[in-house]
């Protein structure tokens, strides 16, 4: 990975074995546009095949881990509605492959609101940890869209039904005392324990024998890859349906207007 360029919106940092990615665009409160989305997925493609990187630890930079999908950069992309769509779908189903075929220990950091795309792929780490404050959100039936993310498969299975449909379907914000309860994530720390306590903790992970790991990763996976890999692809055939119905473009414009007024 030595000598490739910073991806725009992702902050690279290699500390020994383990390599932090910081979704980085502050501005728009660490949302990821369609390049964004590529290059991080590009990124874990690169990592799995890097000898050199054990741990991958996902992050946001200040206050936000991610507020999801940057809807205002995808609309103003160049193109018609059908090839925009198009692209970005294939885009994003690629990236959440990538998630999916990590080989290596992969770690999310919540360090505050997780919404949308930027929840769901969270879950798919191996290991979450969450800053007190932070809460998951996947407003998907607000935009009259619908699962993605594998989410349709790893939240019944992480939380049960009852509560990963009050999440997937009723737009309920999962708190991080009720992600712990419901052992969705590893631990929740203070904030300004993220780098005194935690930070410190993860770098020890870094000099774990990384043959032992991908062994025991590969073991524990063995029965959901495949399970994965097709709600990734239902989920993503699905959304493009999804994007062509007036409840759905309805939904969307007024989430426009609401922003434009901001």
């Not at 383990?18 to 989305?37: D, G, H, S």
């Not at 935009?143 to 049960?160: I, N, Q």
Request: net charge neutral; glycine share 6%.
């Amino acid at each position: 990975m030595a000598g490739a360029k910073e991806p725009a919106h992702l902050k690279l940092e290699r500390f020994g074995t383990v390599l932090r990615v910081t979704i980085n665009n502050p501005r728009k409160k660490n949302a990821l546009n369609r390049q964004a989305y590529q290059d991080l997925g590009d990124t874990l493609v690169s990592a799995n095949k890097d000898d050199s990187v054990h741990v991958v630890v996902l992050t946001g930079a200040g206050d936000f881990y991610s507020s999801g999908n940057d809807m205002v950069s995808a609309v103003a992309e160049e193109g018609s509605v059908e090839e925009k769509l198009a692209r970005g779908n294939a885009i994003l189903r690629e990236m959440v492959r990538a998630f999916i075929q990590f080989d290596k220990l992969l770690i999310a950091v919540i360090n505050g609101p997780a919404i949308g795309i930027a929840a769901t792929t969270a879950l798919l780490c191996d290991v979450v940890y969450m800053v007190d404050t932070a809460y998951f959100y996947t407003p998907f039936t607000s935009l009259g869209l619908c699962a993605e993310g594998c989410s349709s498969y790893t939240f019944p299975l992480l939380m049960g039904r009852s509560k990963a449909s009050e999440m997937l379907l009723l737009n309920h914000r999962l708190s991080a005392h009720e992600a712990l309860q419901f052992n969705v994530v590893a631990a929740v720390v203070k904030k300004d324990e993220l780098e005194t306590k935690l930070w410190p903790q993860i770098l020890e992970y870094g000099k774990l024998p990384i043959g032992s790991i991908k062994a025991t990763k590969r073991l524990t996976n063995r029965f959901q890859r495949d399970q994965l890999h097709e709600a990734n692809d239902r989920e993503t055939e699905a959304l493009m349906g999804r994007y062509h119905t007036e409840e759905s473009m309805n939904a969307v414009m007024e989430f426009m207007m609401r922003k434009s007024k901001m």
